[in-house]
């Protein structure tokens, strides 16, 4: 099982720039593939961007396609994703987790539970 730790998240204002950071413990995370997912208050979590585990493909939603940028970094065992151009309405609790299907999160057994998460607070 591989666990994950989120950073980088802050109150910034629309149009500013965010980098959230997650750092992922067991050999086994340049074997999945990884997703960015978020949760705004009051709403259900939603899928914001994946990365292939051979840093090959990417897939991003709607909503922040163009804006966000994803990474990894398998031989640190790091995801990033780069948030420009941000609106009020990407405040949110940001999560990262492996995927499938390059925009759903594994379930239990191979992904036990989330992270902590970061929290994104963009205001207008």
């Known amino acids: 099982q591989v666990q994950f730790v989120e950073s980088g998240g802050g109150l910034v204002q629309a149009g500013d720039s965010l980098r959230l950071s997650c750092a992922a413990s067991?050999?086994?995370?340049?074997?999945?593939?990884m997703g960015w997912f978020r949760q705004a208050p009051g709403k259900e979590r939603e899928f914001v961007a994946a990365i292939t585990w051979s840093v090959r493909g990417t897939n991003y939603a709607d909503s922040v396609k163009g804006r966000f940028t994803i990474a990894r970094d398998n031989a640190k065992n790091t995801l990033s994703l780069q948030m420009n151009s941000l609106k009020p309405e990407d405040t949110a609790v940001y999560y990262c987790?492996?995927?499938?299907?390059?925009?759903?999160?594994?379930?239990?057994?191979?992904?036990?539970?989330w992270g902590p998460g970061t929290q994104v607070t963009v205001s207008s």
């Open positions: 067991g050999r086994a995370f340049s074997y999945y593939n």
């Open positions: 987790a492996p995927v499938r299907e390059m925009a759903r999160p594994l379930t239990p057994p191979e992904f036990p539970s």
